[in-house]
């Protein structure tokens, strides 16, 4: 079965950086675009990053543009999200998603941003 999980989340103090990792596994993670998600009590899941199957096309949200990077070892099915320049606004659920028949999301890796 289709197994998503993350790792890496944290306190970090605003300015800071951290690397979330997702671990991937139960479908083939070479041939399909991956994404993180976050969300905050109250607040719609949004879409933060995604990559293509080969890592030759990401894109990002706007609020993340520049301090935020997306990247994926297909040879170990891994993919990554490295923040920098965390903001307190970037606190959150952070979530690894694939649509593959359907959509499959991981349990989620906390992340605040806080002095």
């Known amino acids: 079965q289709v197994q998503l999980v993350e790792s890496g989340g944290g306190l970090v103090q605003p300015g800071g950086s951290l690397r979330l990792s997702c671990a991937a596994s139960?479908?083939?993670?070479?041939?399909?675009?991956m994404s993180w998600y976050r969300q905050t009590p109250g607040k719609e899941r949004e879409l933060v990053a995604s990559?293509?199957?080969?890592?030759?096309?990401?894109n990002y949200a706007d609020a993340v543009k520049g301090r935020f990077t997306i990247s994926r070892d297909n040879a170990k099915n891994m993919m990554y999200l490295q923040m920098n320049s965390l903001k307190p606004e970037d606190t959150a659920t952070y979530y690894c998603?694939?649509?593959?028949?359907?959509?499959?999301w991981g349990q989620g890796t906390q992340v605040t941003v806080s002095s």
């Open positions: 998603n694939v649509v593959w028949n359907k959509v499959y």
């Open positions: 139960g479908f083939a993670f070479d041939m399909w675009r």
């Open positions: 990559i293509s199957s080969t890592g030759g096309n990401t």
